[in-house]
């Protein structure tokens, strides 16, 4: 558990890199993967609207099951076993596609059963957070994770724009799969003390607790408002997680390298936003930092709306990179007051159901907005259907600036 060493101590240090290096490699792959649903399998925005869908299934389907059973184990060893599994599911990928049997339905199994992984690992990882650091530290910490996943949104589509141009996009997934080697291995020197796990599971045990966890959120914790929000927010970026690849790749016609370029500006964004966000934050107070941050992003939507209008070479890579930089600005500004607000008011026993029922909700949302979204955008078109997310941030900022949850500052 948490000792009174200053922080960043080295347990945080050797979490926050296992956390980057991963974090580089899921960029990679992101961008890898939509690019070989709209290049090599030669897909549709809806196509990549199932395979976005399909990512987030596993949260809606396990994903409160497993915050209670996350929260009844030690979180380390959970994070290292999910890592080699989520890099073995990985590598399945390219293997498939050298034996000339990769498909789009293959792809979605591959795909499903790397976001069940994944959602296991996340909930280890959250909740684990709260035991390396402080709770006057927490929000420092997550400030500095998200510095380092934002240098990784900037490094990740880059490098893999140039990946995917180089080696093709089922080869570029390989990166990935040896970073989340790279970060079991990192993980394991961690020297901390964890609760022992707790033998005495059931299945009605298991339902109370997950009903205990979904109360704590929706009924008295202070979290309510905030939840909401986000389920609002997540609606607006299943939208444009859908459209990005197919208004880049096929409308604005820019070329992997390019699609790189743009995402990296939006880990530029990220990266910045990660630096000021506790200054920001110390001058405008939790609430109103929040809402700030879901006005820059409504903007920026606007702004990738414009890119549409550019007619040379480079004007859509420089116009759409702005938006996206916008994007990862409010991105990297936001995340670290929302995830140390709710952290700080949540006990520790409570920590992986909280954090993995939101997450759940949150990527329900994804699941299934993204087909919707993907099928308006081929039958009404992009540029009106980047209109429509707009709109979804604005009515998410304004909903929260007329609540008294523009007035919370995180507690000490």
Same mark, same amino acid.
Do not use: C
């Given at each position: 558990m948490v000792g009174d060493e200053e922080f960043p101590s080295r347990s945080f240090l050797l979490y926050w890199r296992a956390n980057a290096v991963s974090a580089v490699g899921t960029y990679i792959t992101m961008l890898a993967l939509q690019t070989l649903v709209v290049l090599t399998l030669h897909g549709s925005? #809806?196509?990549?609207?199932? @395979?976005?869908?399909?990512?987030? /299934?596993?949260?809606?389907?396990?994903? *409160?099951? &497993?915050? =209670?059973?996350?929260?009844?184990?030690?979180?380390?060893?959970?994070?290292?076993?999910?890592?080699?599994?989520?890099?073995?599911?990985? #590598?399945?990928?390219?293997? @498939?596609?050298?034996?000339?049997? /990769?498909?789009?339905?293959?792809?979605? *199994?591959? &795909?499903? =059963?790397?976001?069940?992984?994944?959602?296991?690992?996340?909930?280890?990882?959250?909740?684990?957070?709260?035991?390396?650091?402080?709770?006057?530290?927490l929000q420092r910490a997550h400030a500095r994770v998200d510095g380092a996943d934002a240098v990784a949104q900037s490094a990740?589509? =880059?490098?893999?724009?140039l990946l995917v141009s180089a080696l093709g996009a089922p080869l570029a997934v390989l990166a990935d799969a040896a970073t989340y080697v790279i970060s079991?291995?990192?993980?394991?020197?961690?020297?901390?003390?964890?609760?022992?796990?707790?033998?005495?599971?059931? =299945?009605?045990?298991?339902?109370?607790?997950i009903r205990a966890g979904v109360r704590w959120i929706y009924r008295g914790s202070g979290l309510t408002t905030l939840a909401i929000a986000t389920h609002g927010w997540f609606l607006g970026n299943a939208v444009i997680g859908v459209v990005a690849a197919p208004y880049a790749l096929a409308t604005l016609n820019l070329t992997p390298f390019q699609f790189g370029l743009v995402g990296a500006l939006g880990g530029i964004g990220a990266?910045?936003?990660a630096a000021v966000t506790t200054r920001v934050g110390l001058l405008l107070g939790t609430g109103r930092t929040i809402i700030a941050c879901h006005l820059i992003t409504t903007a920026s939507v606007l702004v990738m709306f414009a890119a549409g209008g550019a007619s040379t070479t480079w004007t859509p890579v420089a116009v759409l990179g702005t938006g996206v930089g916008l994007y990862g600005l409010a991105m990297g500004m936001s995340n670290s007051h929302e995830m140390s607000f709710r952290q700080l008011l949540t006990p520790d026993e409570l920590q992986a159901r909280t954090n993995t029922t939101l997450r759940s909700l949150n990527r329900a949302v994804m699941v299934?907005?993204?087909?919707?979204?993907?099928?308006?955008?081929?039958?009404?078109?992009?540029?009106?259907?980047?209109?429509?997310?707009?709109?979804?941030?604005a009515a998410v900022a304004c909903g929260l600036a007329l609540t008294p949850f523009r007035s919370v500052r995180a507690p000490a």
């Open positions: 925005a #809806a196509q990549v609207g199932w @395979l976005n869908s399909t990512r987030w /299934l596993p949260y809606l389907v396990v994903g *409160v099951v &497993v915050g =209670a059973l996350v929260d009844r184990h030690p979180r380390r060893p959970v994070m290292i076993t999910t890592d080699v599994v989520q890099a073995g599911l990985l #590598a399945i990928i390219p293997l @498939l596609w050298w034996i000339h049997l /990769l498909s789009f339905p293959a792809l979605l *199994v591959i &795909v499903m =059963a790397y976001g069940t992984a994944a959602v296991i690992n996340g909930a280890a990882a959250m909740s684990f957070l709260p035991r390396l650091v402080q709770r006057r530290h990740g589509p =880059a490098l893999g724009g079991a291995i990192t993980l394991s020197r961690i020297d901390v003390r964890e609760p022992p796990p707790k033998t005495d599971t059931t =299945a009605r045990k298991l339902v109370l607790e990266a910045l936003g299934i907005a993204a087909p919707p979204a993907g099928l308006l955008a081929d039958n009404w078109g992009i540029r009106p259907t980047l209109l429509v997310a707009a709109a979804v941030f």
